[in-house]
């Protein structure tokens, strides 16, 4: 048997799914944890450059003009604002151009917005602008506009995001491994499993699989594949009585017709009399209930055998049956004793009639074929909880007491015909009787 290719191995698919999970809850939940420390991250970057401009302008004074030192990545630019005028009054060298005219157009007393604009990012730098009231001049503001290269930061970003990018690809892979070395590991009593079933083969008695002592879904896997095994064992079992019964069935008319030809046409005499021909047609006929015997059990076998019901009296069916099988049972020196409970009211079944008189047919002829002649025949009809009760009991020779290779193939047909009509059938057999019992 082939080898199942690695990538479509349970292995590998339940390292894949397992790795498909965990990206999927990691790159969800990093997505969100990522623009959470971005944002608390920015947060903290706007705080600190407004309150590092804030600490600039409270150190400029007016009179006279005082221009505090600045580090070099901070570029200022200060303007005086009074009224609609706006006066600049310190320019750093090296500050952005074009940018002073917007904030102090937005920021002039008359031309305010309600939520004036006060910083400002760009793709390279960032703008800041802080103001305060000047006590000494009304009605003027001093205004600072602060300018910081920004690519530092966003390089920041920028790295952690794709550090967090590269610690989620090493964490899928290093899951998925973990995944496929764990699933292997789990799966090895499966292939152990696979490989000793792969050496059972079909006979009577057949090896089984070594049982798990933890009762999980692998130990359930064994115990269900074993419970197979048995019901495969009783199959071929089965399977070799009914050859066994069939080769035994057949074998004893078609020597007693052999013999009885081969006498004839010995020449010890010539014409054929009433008692051969007599003897003969019995062998047919018991040739053809075996032949229908096959057939059933067949029927029972593939599952196809019909059953037609109707409402008849068991009773009825009993006797029509006795009657039809006194001659033979009378010709083999049987005696049949048949009692009937008068207390049972109820002898009406709804049933396959044919079916069940091939039943009742088959086991007196079983009773005629192995019993013993010297004890009678009991048929009882009696009731268990309203509904009828049949017994059919007889005793066995010693030398009969154990069951031949071909005794019970009718009475093999008659429990499946029985239980296929969802009727109970008993049966026990000690060393000197033999009892039947069905419960309809």
Not at 91 to 114: C, D, I, N, S
Not at 239 to 246: E, I, L, P, S, T
Not at 339 to 359: H, M, P, T, Y
């Amino acid at each position: 048997m082939k080898t199942a290719f690695p990538f479509r191995s349970l292995r590998f698919k339940i390292a894949l799914a397992f790795s498909l999970v965990f990206f999927s809850i990691t790159a969800v939940s990093s997505f969100f944890i990522y623009q959470n420390i971005v944002s608390q991250l920015t947060q903290a970057y706007r705080s600190n450059f407004t309150q590092e401009a804030q600490n600039i302008l409270d150190r400029v004074g007016t009179d006279p003009l005082e221009i505090p030192l600045t580090t070099p990545d901070q570029s200022i630019l200060i303007w005086l604002e009074s009224g609609l005028d706006a006066t600049t009054l310190f320019e750093k060298p090296g500050f952005p151009t074009g940018y002073q005219t917007v904030f102090q157009q937005l920021q002039t007393f008359e031309a305010r917005p309600q939520e004036p604009l006060e910083y400002l990012s760009l793709d390279s730098v960032d703008l800041q602008m802080v103001s305060r009231g000047l006590q000494d001049f009304q009605q003027s503001r001093l205004s600072l506009l602060l300018a910081k290269d920004n690519r530092e930061f966003y390089a920041q970003l920028r790295s952690i995001r794709d550090q967090m990018f590269g610690a989620i690809i090493l964490a899928i892979l290093l899951s998925a491994a973990m995944a496929y070395i764990v699933s292997g590991l789990s799966l090895r009593p499966v292939q152990k499993v696979i490989n000793k079933a792969r050496t059972i083969q079909a006979a009577e008695q057949m090896e089984r699989l070594p049982e798990s002592k933890v009762k999980d879904e692998i130990g359930q896997l064994s115990d269900t594949i074993n419970d197979m095994i048995g019901r495969i064992e009783e199959a071929i079992q089965n399977q070799n009585r009914f050859f066994a019964m069939a080769a035994h069935e057949l074998r004893t008319p078609l020597a007693n017709m052999q013999s009885e030809l081969e006498y004839y046409l010995t020449g010890a005499d010539q014409q054929l009399s009433a008692d051969i021909l007599t003897s003969l047609r019995e062998e047919v006929v018991r040739l053809k209930n075996i032949v229908q015997d096959f057939l059933l059990m067949s029927q029972l076998k593939a599952d196809t055998l019909v059953l037609r019901p109707s409402q008849f009296r068991l009773d009825d069916l009993l006797y029509d049956t006795l009657e039809r099988m006194r001659p033979l049972l009378t010709k083999s020196g049987f005696e049949v004793r048949f009692s009937l409970d008068e207390q049972l009211e109820n002898l009406s079944i709804e049933a396959d009639r044919e079916k069940i008189e091939a039943v009742l047919v088959n086991l007196l002829d079983n009773c005629r074929k192995y019993g013993d002649q010297q004890s009678p025949i009991l048929i009882n009809l009696c009731g268990t909880d309203g509904k009828p009760s049949l017994s059919i009991e007889n005793a066995v020779p010693p030398q009969g007491s154990q069951m031949g290779p071909g005794m019970g193939l009718g009475l093999q047909v008659a429990e499946q015909i029985v239980e296929k009509h969802s009727f109970g059938f008993r049966k026990a057999q000690d060393i000197s009787h033999f009892r039947i019992e069905i419960e309809f």
